[in-house]
């Protein structure tokens, strides 16, 4: 009698470690999407805060005029940072540019001072650029506005593009996930399925006999969490000596933000799955226990 106890005990507790990993493994996957759903959110920002334009400054704007118009732009919305590139500082990196001074060999050159914009992320469209370079035409001190109207269209529709395909692949692996983990859990309830049948044969409330299997299973989905948390870290450590940057992409916010989602959703679809595999076998006659 005590062997076959210990052999109930030990396929028990086998069932239990196979269900808690089974969940770590799906909860690991929803974390992945979480985490490249904030990563991608963060490049697309990080590209979009290195568009920009300059601004070409008239010829007839003193230094002292030239320092006020840059600290007006850096006071403006739109403006994540500003440069100001004063005639010398252009004849200089042109200089360095051409390995000697234009100046040599061409008598003068027309250089411009000059402002270069890089805008806020949200600011980074063509239309947004369309009223803000309207906006400046209009100023006394505006010689022209360049900027490169097909890079930026490009980068919008590339980010879309991404943002879309990721969505779509999120969507498909959420689902597949949530059936996993519907069915790893349904598989040890299955086991308990003559019991769960006797306590209701005896009067036990279906609140009663839901209980202990939902307590249970929340456990599990929080040691699945956090194993699932603990594996995500140890990727993301990997990754982050693997792929140069990837730390500056993943911020102390966005790791908050997908641990705490992988254990909500551990603890979340752990109790509704319980809950619906609970009530099958609730709902089904004795005799229909027998026949799956």
Avoid: W
């Avoid at 969940?23 to 590209?47: A, H, P, Q, W």
């Avoid at 209009?138 to 010689?143: D, G, I, K, S, T």
């Avoid at 933000?257 to 109790?271: D, E, K, P, T, Y």
């Amino acid at each position: 009698m005590a062997k076959k106890k210990y052999l109930t005990t030990s396929s028990f507790y086998g069932a239990r470690i196979t269900a808690i990993i089974s969940s770590s493994l799906v909860l690991f996957l929803l974390g992945i999407l979480v985490i490249m759903s904030l990563i991608t959110k963060e490049l697309s920002s990080y590209v979009k805060e290195n568009i920009g334009f300059s601004v070409i400054i008239k010829d007839n704007i003193t230094d002292n005029e030239l320092t006020r118009i840059q600290k007006r732009f850096d006071t403006a919305p739109y403006v994540r940072s500003s440069e100001l590139y004063s005639k010398e500082k252009a004849l200089k990196e042109l200089t360095e540019e051409l390995g000697e001074n234009p100046q040599d060999f061409l008598g003068s050159v027309p250089l411009m001072a000059s402002v270069e914009i890089k805008l806020k992320s949200e600011y980074a469209n063509n239309d947004s650029i369309a009223r803000i370079e309207k906006v400046l035409r209009n100023q006394p001190y505006v010689h022209d506005i360049i900027y490169r109207k097909d890079l930026v269209q490009m980068v919008n529709d590339n980010m879309k593009r991404i943002g879309l395909v990721l969505l779509s692949v999120a969507a498909v692996l959420m689902l597949i996930s949530i059936a996993l983990l519907n069915n790893t859990i349904r598989l040890t309830i299955y086991s308990k399925r003559f019991l769960l049948n006797t306590m209701k044969l005896v009067g036990a409330t279906h609140g009663f006999i839901r209980k202990p299997f939902i307590l249970s299973n929340m456990l599990n989905g929080l040691l699945a969490s956090v194993l699932a948390i603990g594996m995500l870290s140890g990727l993301l450590y990997y990754m982050s000596n693997e792929i140069e940057g990837l730390s500056t992409l993943v911020s102390a916010d966005s790791l908050l933000i997908s641990f705490g989602a992988v254990l909500v959703l551990g603890l979340l679809l752990s109790v509704i799955c319980a809950f619906f595999s609970v009530n099958r076998y609730l709902r089904m006659k004795s005799e229909n226990l027998y026949a799956i």
